[in-house]
């Protein structure tokens, strides 16, 4: 099993430009999740979804879309980068206990 | 506003020595309580968790000691060893789809 899969690993973008940062799990788990990492903060929640077709908005949504077409996939959409998205992205994925992270994506907005 | 408060920020223990990390929620509704381990250029990965109907848990050198009443849970790492070197984040799921709440995180450093 590959568990939580996201891609890429690492990104340079600049002001203004946009991007999809990819997740897929191949556990067939209903709920997932894209939080974002900034040092000595910890991850705040962005998105989430519940099941395919239904997502909702976390602590820090603004800047961002998500879509959650298939249980596999939900990518996170960037449409506007600015320097405040410079972060760690990880997505996540559970079916209600244990939380399976991915390895993340390191972004850097300049 | 943070909803899981997490201390130290930072920790440096001896090889042999007990490492211990706090936590503080508020939301009463919180029904599951994990610590996550997590290394340089990786994800975190669940380290022991804890529900809160009980006061303690003990998995090898990991134990979670949980009040209730308090709203206080903690993780004591014993014999600490080099390897445990790494970032811990205590969390607290809501009913939001499941989404965990993070601490701001302890960064751990056990010297030998």
Same mark, same amino acid.
């Given at each position: 099993?590959?568990?939580?899969?996201?891609?890429?690993?690492?990104?340079?973008?600049?002001?203004?430009?946009?991007? =999809?940062?990819?997740?897929?799990?191949?556990?067939?788990?209903? &709920?997932? &999740?894209?939080?974002?990492?900034?040092?000595?903060?910890? +991850?705040?929640?962005?998105?989430?979804?519940?099941?395919?077709?239904? =997502?909702?908005?976390?602590?820090?949504?603004?800047? &961002?879309?998500?879509?959650?077409?298939?249980?596999?996939?939900?990518?996170?959409?960037?449409?506007?980068?600015?320097?405040?998205?410079?972060?760690?992205?990880?997505?996540?994925?559970?079916?209600?206990?244990?939380?399976?992270?991915?390895?993340? =994506?390191? +972004?850097?907005?300049? | 506003?943070?909803? #899981?408060?997490?201390?130290?920020?930072? !920790?440096? #223990?001896?090889? /042999?020595?007990?490492?211990?990390?706090?936590?503080?929620?508020?939301?009463?509704? $919180?029904?599951?309580?994990?610590?996550?381990?997590? $290394?340089?250029?990786?994800?975190?990965?669940?380290?022991?968790?804890?529900?809160?109907? #009980?006061?303690?848990?003990?998995?090898?050198? $990991?134990?979670?000691?949980?009040?209730?009443?308090?709203?206080?849970?903690? !993780?004591?790492?014993?014999?600490?060893?080099?390897?445990?070197?790494?970032?811990?984040?205590?969390?607290?799921?809501?009913?939001?789809?499941?989404?965990?709440?993070? /601490?701001?995180?302890?960064? !751990? !450093? #056990?010297?030998?």
């Amino acid at each position: 099993n590959a568990g939580v899969t996201q891609t890429p690993k690492f990104r340079i973008l600049k002001i203004g430009q946009s991007m =999809t940062l990819q997740c897929t799990q191949d556990m067939n788990h209903n &709920y997932m &999740y894209w939080y974002r990492q900034d040092p000595g903060m910890g +991850l705040k929640l962005i998105y989430y979804s519940v099941g395919a077709g239904i =997502t909702d908005k976390g602590e820090v949504p603004n800047g &961002y879309n998500v879509s959650r077409s298939t249980t596999e996939d939900f990518p996170l959409r960037l449409e506007l980068a600015a320097p405040s998205q410079t972060s760690v992205y990880f997505c996540a994925s559970t079916l209600g206990g244990e939380a399976f992270f991915g390895q993340g =994506t390191r +972004l850097t907005v300049v | 506003q943070q909803q #899981v408060k997490q201390s130290p920020q930072s !920790l440096i #223990v001896q090889k /042999g020595g007990i490492s211990i990390i706090n936590c503080a929620y508020e939301n009463t509704a $919180f029904d599951y309580f994990p610590w996550y381990q997590q $290394f340089p250029g990786k994800g975190p990965a669940l380290l022991i968790a804890i529900r809160p109907d #009980v006061s303690e848990k003990k998995e090898g050198r $990991f134990t979670i000691s949980f009040n209730k009443s308090a709203k206080q849970f903690s !993780l004591h790492i014993m014999d600490s060893q080099p390897g445990d070197s790494a970032t811990y984040f205590c969390a607290a799921r809501g009913n939001s789809g499941y989404a965990l709440n993070f /601490g701001k995180g302890t960064s !751990l !450093l #056990v010297t030998p």
